[in-house]
């Protein structure tokens, strides 16, 4: 016998918790990262790898950092933006003290927020991403800007013929450090690693050229062998000849530090992938007729990044089905570019055709969303305008629970007798696995 009763649970929304209920014989599932087996506190995590740092082979050890930095002069620090869930406070806790037991203090390094071709952080931002370091750090700060073609360097190209040209501070320094958290991306395959050069610290023409990358069937979540976004950024690794130290985090559904690895850039970032594949690769029995997906914070800063959250819910939706983007977009939409082409087409299917016919940066989001689009039905709960959502073709929602109530209604219409309702609380970084036929 189906069971009519309700399913409860709560979508966090800014500063608050969104309602929503429903019958428990249409819930598919609810899916979220993966419970991580950790061993410690985030401290001693991040500790414990500076203390093993991982060498460029299986089984070698890089130079411990005090080691790495013994003689340094400069030191460039990579860290992320406030776009990124990245505990950057934390690692950098860690990473202070060795550096000034290297002779390194504060006015020898160079803080750089490596942007890509986002705006540069606001003060409340740089509080967000440095937390309690920031009266200390903030003065040594600077942020990456695509656009000042002054401060970059020309380095070659790519085996794809994307321009290689990053950040001139990267010669300036004889160490680099870089930061970073690893988590899937849509189109990268993964965040983290790499991704701190190209597109982090890349030139406007060179993050424009390999996003368009992203058009690639081949350029999608998990996805690291044959990408052409990820062939890119692994091109420029070695044209830069300044030594290089990583340390990378992988965080939980909770946004702790679940693993932490260091040393080699590659050897981490491979190490980092492992352990993010086992906590946001998560099993799906089958697609679903309805899919709510979180973006949560900070990935709710826009409808930029929210797309993520989009993009992952869709490989677990029917066609013909509803996605529901639950998401503040509290800055809005991000870069105008894919929203005014998306405005300007008369369809989805327009807005694909325009895009094959001439690209500009931002189009590979218009053309993940149209891709949606195109199959299925978007609502979204943001703080965007109605107008500025149907522009692109997505229909506004008041509330989680008003969209779903739609969405059930409609489902119904088409024949679905118990349409099944798959819920993403941290859709952004959840990746299904579909597990049915």
Partial sequence: MPSFAPFFMTLPYLDRQLPLKFPQENLLTVAEPQEA????TPEALIQEALAHPLGPGKSDHALALEQFLHGATRLLCIINDATRPTPTERMLQALLPVCRKACLDTERITFLVATGAHRG???QEYQQILGSLYPAIRPHCVHHDARKDEDMVELGCTRNGTPIVLNKRLFEADRIIITGSVEPHYFAGFTGGRKAFLPGIAAYRTIEANHRQALSPAARSLALEKNPVHEDMMDALPLIHVP???LMTVLDKEQQVAAATAGDLLTSFYAAVASARKIFCV???AQADIVVSVAKFPMDIDLYQSQKAIDNAAVALKDGGTLILVSSCRDGIGDEAYAKLLAQAA?????????QAGYKLGYHKAAKMAAVSARATIKAVTELSPERL???FIAPALSPQAALDEALVQAKARGVQVPKILILPDGCVTVPDLQGP
């Fill in 283 to 285: 099993p799906v029995p």
């Fill in 390 to 392: 149907t522009s692109m």
């Fill in 244 to 246: 290089v130290f990583s």
């Fill in 37 to 40: 087996e950790t061993t410690g």
């Fill in 121 to 123: 952080p606001t003060e």
């Fill in 347 to 355: 369809s989805p299917e327009d807005a694909l055709a325009r895009i």
